[in-house]
């Protein structure tokens, strides 16, 4: 985890970037810095590789003040993508993406390993392009160069200063889609700035909204988007997201929290007598971490009642398909309908159960009035 | 004594050992006063990159150039009586004149590198030897391989004045055959300095494509 604690920086020449600057970053998770143009999100990126110094206030990477860090070696422990590529133009992209892992003491075969698996996780062909020189390469395609960079030597933290900006929207799009996936394998904790509120909203866990030198709020993208703090992050957002979101709401708030469910190592006599109690005809199969693990229908029990041996685990289906309580109403219903399903399973990013979105629980909200309250999420 | 057109070429022939030794030393002079040149203006232009004072700089540049403006005669003259006459002073005095333009080249080599790059470099947790070495160092050699390149031609062609304070090398040959009013020797020996003149720039040039050919930045364009 990374805290910023009360951090002020003044610049040589009297001009103050950063203002009290409070933040926390989730290991594991990715942080979006936003905001309008010389607001301070480089500078808050030099302060965590410490390129620069705050005037004021502490840094700690898991509870260590990375004042007391060697800045050599703090910076070899983060990647970092400075926001204008910056490859070294003499030396081959191999030799680009093996700078870290060379200064680390990697042998040369475990190099020459990691540099090929990360071009193939950009999708550059590794014969074709290991031996070019950045200028052979297109714009995009440096900046793919720059993000494996900063991976190659797989640090805990990683900075990313708008490392898709010269991309067009399509490859845009592929390498948000890519950081997302990636992300769920690698686990870092990332910060990452941008001045796009699409893609903050499309990759960040929390987003940091800054105008001057503060932060102006700091939530997740969906408590961003319901409650902006103030007319600067409205604006920011822009109406159209806002009345898109605003009147919607999300699976959370409609799904049935608590859905009847069995353990899998339950008998089939004990799974009809749960239907027939609760006068359901599907039971939802959890293990005793509350996992969700699969589904059970009247039919199968009945068709396998016989057997005294079975049990749920037995005659168990799998989801195909599972939702989050975040998603939007609306899409969470496109969904069902594009599938065909009558209700979908509702959980967390750790696949444990939180509830269940049936059509009955999305009618019974339909009755009921939004709510009307605002509460602002400020910091 | 009259002189016939084909002494022009046979003398080519006749003085072979002469004229191969006064290139042999021209070749010395050069190559020992441009090395100095080198030792001295290529670290002093690394370490005025990293100066921040201002006029340290500026006093550098204006010392350097005054050397470059004393005509090559004075200069000579006035070394003669310092460091005697010989090719010790001869070497002094071209190492004089190779330091401005050397040192210029160098401190623009390194002065053109994209602040994003050393950024890069400095983030990426290379210290500051490091990236002298593997960064800076790569991106300003072909600044610095055409400055020595110009240098170069300009000491071969001033060397020849070396021959006026007993310094050796082709000057020499030039000015003892002008007082013999030996006018094919004057000839044969201007040419072969000219030549090698040529094939220096030639050689260097070609050592200067093969540094700047890979190292284009065309990063800086994103
Ligand atoms: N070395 C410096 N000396 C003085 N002021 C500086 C220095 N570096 C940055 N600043 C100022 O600090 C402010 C914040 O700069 P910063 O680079 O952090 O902005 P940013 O949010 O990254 O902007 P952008 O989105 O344009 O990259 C700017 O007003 C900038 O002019
Ligand atoms: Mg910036």
Redesign the pocket.
Known sequence: MIKLEGINKT???G?E?LKDINLHCNSGEITVLI?P????????MKLINRLINQSEGKIYFDGEDISDINPVELRRSVGYVI?HVGLFPHMTIEKNIGVVPKLLKWEDDRIKTRVNELLNMVGLDPETYRQRYPSELSGGQQQRIGVIRALAAEPPIILMD?PFSALDPISREQLQDELVRLQKNIQKTIVF?T?DMDEALKIADQIVLMKDGVIVQQGTPEEILRYPANDFVEDFIGQKRLKQVQDIPTVGEVMNEKPVTISPTRGLAEAMKVMENKRVDTLIVVDNDNQLTGYITVYDVTQAFDNVDQHVKDIMHTFQHTINADMLLSNAIRMMNNLQTPYLPVVKDDGSLVGVLTRGSIVGYIGTAYPSVKEAVVN | MRVQIQDYFTVFYDRMPDLVNGLYEHVILTVLAITLGCLIAIPLGIVLTRISVGWVRSLTFNVTNVFQTIPSLALLAMLAPLLGFGMKAAIVALFLYSLMPILKNTYAGFDAIDPDIIQSAKGMGLHSFQRLIQIEFPLAIPYIMSGLRLTTVYIVSWAVLAGLIGGGGLGEIILAALSLNNKPLVIASSIMAMILALVADFCLGKVVELFSKRSQPKTQQI
């Not at chain 1, 143009?37 to 808050?44: E, V």
């Open positions: 610049f040589d020449d001009y970037a905001g143009s010389g607001c301070g999100k480089t500078t808050t926001q708008e700035v001045h």
